[in-house]
């Protein structure tokens, strides 16, 4: 039997209560389940000249176009090794332009790796900045094809670079430069360069969404996918469908936060689903379950805040709405289950997202017993992801406390409520230390929890 598309979907930050006991949950750290960046579909080994690599002193390094999100720097690299023969290809660059090519690979690939360890941003985008400068000067000596599109792969990662540090603008700078370098290569109907070009948009429209410009990432994220497409129609065997169900999904985000209809949204995130069931199904990739309930996590997020903003005419229509939202979630879960059990440690950290997010709505139509059943797995079975300290996770399990301490509430456990609010202030204190104490969201969550505790008397 084939997986099945679920067509139906709901959740984020909306105000919940157990009598006289609310709590809102801090908008700005609701967080869609599909994560923010993802890769782009260039063969690094190609355009960052892994052929040049290939006698460079054992420093040949492939780079994958691996479907999977985030930029990963390159492994294995002795880094003094790399130093050592830059100084050498420099030594020879000054006489001889031939070792060019290769010499701008090295001054990226040190740059990617510096990047990694989160070094200066200044020297990483120095050294990228003398690897463009090489490639500019082979170009301007013939157009040739393969410089052409490796100056592409510069721009791009140099993209990636700054994106990564959050320095947007300078981002959108990058990414645009490496549309305009393989333009040509895209108008004479070069497969491979529409490929491309499709996924530095799809980066791209990421970044004007998260910079606020709105109609400029609807406008390229529709050219994103629409360049996918062309790919897919003349032939050129890539994973177009994979990247259009990225597309789609960050379509859905940016159409939720314009605020546009549910229908809109929804119709994005189904488009999504169903091209990741036919890829899942066509190719086998088994793993695209963990980004398939992600994707119905995410519905289910925004289905669920669009119920609770909306005026029903009895709290028995809105329930139904909400029983459909966590039979959705129930499946998502299922598919993430799946993942965790075959050793997918990334799905953990969906499951202690999805967990906190069935608990909660659970809690709106008052199924305690339920709740506190995903909420004490969130608890208790996630609690190294914490260990990090980072600030998301950290702020998440405050609120899963809070979640938790309501849900005892509603069972009449004033004494485990109060428990819970104690552990969950305890984390939002370690927050706003390391915070300064300048961090409204922790600071509203504070205050949330002490009202709660003054009510509990």
């Given at each position: ?11 984020n ?10 709590l ?15 890769s ?21 390094t492939?780079?994958s ?58 020297e ?44 947007l ?20 109907g ?18 004007y ?8 990432a ?13 790919v ?24 939720y936060?314009?605020?546009?209809t ?7 995130y ?93 809690c ?17 079975e ?25 849900v005892?509430?509603g ?47």
């Amino acid at each position: 039997m084939g997986l099945a598309f679920f067509p139906f979907g709901g959740y984020n930050g909306t105000l919940w209560r157990v009598g006289n006991y609310c709590l809102q949950p801090v908008a700005e750290y609701n967080m869609l389940f599909t994560p923010e960046l993802v890769s782009l579909p260039f063969d690094w080994n190609t355009l960052l000249f892994g052929a040049g690599l290939a006698g460079a002193a054992g420093l040949a390094t492939v780079f994958s176009h691996a479907p999977q999100e985030g930029h990963e720097s390159p492994e294995g690299i002795d880094l003094e090794a790399l130093k050592n023969r830059v100084a050498e290809l420099e030594s020879i660059s000054a006489r001889s332009l031939e070792q060019n090519e290769e010499l701008a690979a090295m001054y990226a690939i040190w740059a990617t790796v510096l990047g990694g360890e989160g070094e200066e941003l200044e020297e990483i985008s120095a050294l990228f900045g003398k690897a463009e400068a090489l490639l500019k000067t082979m170009l301007s000596q013939g157009d040739d094809t393969e410089t052409r599109r490796q100056l592409a792969g510069l721009s791009l990662a140099w993209g990636i670079a700054l994106n990564e540090y959050d320095e947007l603008e300078l981002a959108v700078d990058r990414y645009q430069k490496a549309i305009d370098v393989l333009k040509p290569l895209d108008d004479s109907g070069d497969g491979e360069a529409k490929y491309e070009t499709a996924g530095i948009k799809l980066n791209l429209g990421i970044v004007y969404r998260e910079l606020g410009e709105y109609e400029k990432a609807r406008t390229t994220l529709d050219e994103a996918f629409l360049a996918y497409r062309a790919v897919e129609k003349i032939g050129v065997i890539f994973d177009t469908r994979f990247y259009m169900a990225k597309v789609s999904i960050q379509q859905g985000n940016l159409l939720y936060e314009m605020g546009e209809t549910l229908d809109k949204v929804v119709d994005a995130y189904n488009r999504a689903m169903r091209m990741y069931v036919e890829v899942i199904e066509d190719e086998g990739r088994t793993e695209l379950e963990r980004d398939l309930a992600n994707v119905l996590m995410d519905r289910c997020m925004v289905t669920y805040e669009d119920c609770m903003d909306q005026k029903f005419d009895s709290d028995e229509a809105r329930d139904a709405v909400i029983e459909n939202v966590l039979l959705d979630i129930s499946r998502g879960l299922e598919l993430l289950e799946k993942q965790c059990n075959e050793g997918n440690e990334a799905a953990r950290f969906d499951m202690f997202h999805g967990l906190t997010l069935h608990g909660r709505v659970l809690c709106t139509v008052a199924k305690y017993t339920e709740a506190q059943a995903s909420l004490d797995r969130v608890i208790n079975e996630f609690a190294d992801l914490c260990e990090g300290e980072d600030d998301v996770f950290l702020m998440q399990m405050a609120m899963a406390y809070a979640d938790r301490a309501v849900v005892h509430l509603g069972l009449g456990n004033q004494d485990l409520s109060r428990q819970d609010c104690q552990k969950g202030s305890e984390l939002i204190d370690k927050l706003l230390q390391e915070a300064d104490g300048d961090d409204e969201a922790i600071q509203e969550l504070k205050q949330q929890f002490q009202t709660l505790v003054d009510q509990l008397g």
